[in-house]
């Protein structure tokens, strides 16, 4: 049993290597897949094309509607100028002494309405690199500032939001975006306070060194103050339209899950489970609807060339993204069949006989190895999540806490040095690791014991 161990071990490993050098996610996948279930002794091909491609598949399948929406809808906000409207308007209503707040609002405003992170780091940077250089703050801590801003609370702990990290364990646990309410603003306003007073401190400590903004930066972004943008209120229209669109297809009168009779369903489309696909449905009409209000907001900017060259990148990027968590999952899936995976599964949930403990380690370590929170959120609910489910239930606790702490507890690890958005986010803002990755780090932290505190307290206290 110890070679099957360590075939798993080293499988993951190489992941996290090759990963963290660069190698494509998609290629590199079914390599060290194929290589743990070579080492383990387990047929080779059947596991390759009876259980890696069908998990891959599964996830493309019930996944791929909410990339390529997400995608499309944060491009067209890019596109007609909203996001850089946005950004704006909080620069300038909190002005240059608060630009530390700002810049986190601003984030946070834009990742809670839908638009997704990389198109938000596209527009908050240029306008944070201006008001920092203004403010005297150094610019080696806007990553960490985007990170606490798009990252955490409004991409996973808050209620509602739209983010995939919020949605997967719906599938999961037949819950809905809006679960465990309360515990989610509590531990999303913590991770708020504890971030923004750490890199407060940060930045008074730096300005009384007087470091400044620093000269001799990379990608240093040029905006003309002359440049005219769309009105605010006009700007926030199609977020508006997904948060609350969101909310009355889920929790209302108006829900998806009232749209078709179950009979129906369970006989013609083979639906057996409503509520594992309510939030999913939910989320599209929503998507659909703020794409269409993105569109009509500043149709004057959209020229076909325009619309028809961003329409490629958010399909292009989409498509890379849901492949890449998808072979992450692929991997996940025939790892949990090799004779190995009973021991580490054992040493895992050994850590703790209570399932919302150990779902945060569990979820935590693996978003952490894959570096990304979606990816290692999949890996460990497709592979423990019924166990999950199965115990809570048995001691009569609310799946509603298992979403919560699932969510929470994927983004935290995740933003490890090999994370593909640790790794943009510095790229795009033209630093280093050296340079800003340790108040990143600092951040990721904090985010990870907040999520196992909840887990812990919740222990107590349902």
């Known amino acids: 049993m110890f070679i099957e161990v360590i075939a798993i071990l080293i499988s993951l490993g190489l992941l996290i290597f090759l990963?963290?050098?660069g190698f494509p996610v998609i290629v590199i996948a079914p390599i060290v897949t194929l290589l743990a279930v070579a080492l383990s002794g387990v047929a080779l091909l059947p596991s390759y094309t009876e259980v890696y491609m069908p998990n891959l598949a599964n996830y493309i399948k019930t996944w791929f509607p909410i990339f390529i929406l997400g995608a499309v809808?944060?491009?067209?906000?890019?596109?007609?100028?909203?996001t850089t409207a946005i950004a704006k308007k909080i620069m300038d209503i909190f002005g240059i002494k608060r630009a530390l707040l700002a810049t986190i609002l601003a984030c946070s405003i834009l990742t809670y309405g839908g638009v997704s992170l990389f198109v938000v780091v596209f527009a908050v940077y240029p306008f944070a690199a201006a008001v920092f250089r203004e403010a005297g703050i150094p610019k080696r801590f806007i990553p960490a500032v985007i990170v606490l801003g798009g990252c955490t609370y409004t991409m996973d702990a808050f209620p509602g939001t739209p983010q995939i990290q919020n949605i997967i364990p719906t599938n999961y646990f037949g819950t809905d975006a809006y679960a465990a309410p309360i515990t989610g603003l509590v531990a999303g306003s913590?991770?708020?306070l504890l971030g923004y007073l750490w890199l407060s401190r940060r930045v008074n400590k730096a300005n009384l060194a007087g470091e400044g903004y620093g000269e001799?930066?990379?990608n240093e972004p040029v905006i003309n103050p002359n440049e005219k943008v769309i009105n605010f209120w006009l700007a926030i229209i199609p977020l508006v339209v997904v948060v609350v669109l969101n909310f009355v297809f889920t929790k209302t009168s108006f829900a998806v899950s009232h749209w078709y009779a179950p009979e129906l369903l369970q006989e013609t489309f083979n639906v057996q489970n409503l509520s594992s696909l309510s939030s999913t449905w939910a989320l599209i009409v929503?998507?659909?609807v703020g794409i269409i209000a993105a569109l009509f907001i500043n149709i004057k900017s959209f020229t076909p060339s325009k619309l028809s060259s961003g329409l490629t990148l958010a399909a292009s990027g989409s498509l890379l993204a849901v492949f890449n968590v998808a072979s992450e999952v692929g991997f996940g899936n025939v790892v949990k069949t090799l004779p190995g995976f009973e021991v580490i599964r054992n040493a895992i949930t050994g850590v703790s006989s209570h399932p919302l403990i150990s779902e945060s380690i569990a979820v935590n370590v693996l978003a952490g190895v894959v570096g990304s929170a979606s990816g290692g959120m999949s890996i460990a609910l497709e592979v423990m999540g019924q166990h999950y489910l199965d115990l809570a239930n048995s001691m009569g606790i609310d799946p509603e806490f298992l979403h919560r702490v699932a969510s929470m507890s994927a983004g935290g690890l995740d933003s490890l040095?090999?994370?593909g958005a640790t790794i943009t986010i510095l790229a795009i803002c033209g630093l280093t690791?050296?340079?800003s990755y340790g108040d990143i780090f600092v951040i990721t932290i904090m985010k990870a014991l907040v999520a196992f505190g909840t887990a812990v307290?919740?222990?107590?206290?349902v």
């Open 19 to 21: 990963a963290y050098r």
């Open 73 to 82: 809808f944060g491009k067209l906000m890019e596109l007609n100028g909203a």
């Open 190 to 192: 913590v991770i708020f």
């Open 216 to 218: 001799g930066h990379t």
């Open 286 to 288: 929503a998507l659909v």
């Open 417 to 419: 040095p090999h994370s």
């Open 433 to 435: 690791h050296r340079q």
């Open 457 to 461: 307290i919740l222990s107590f206290i």
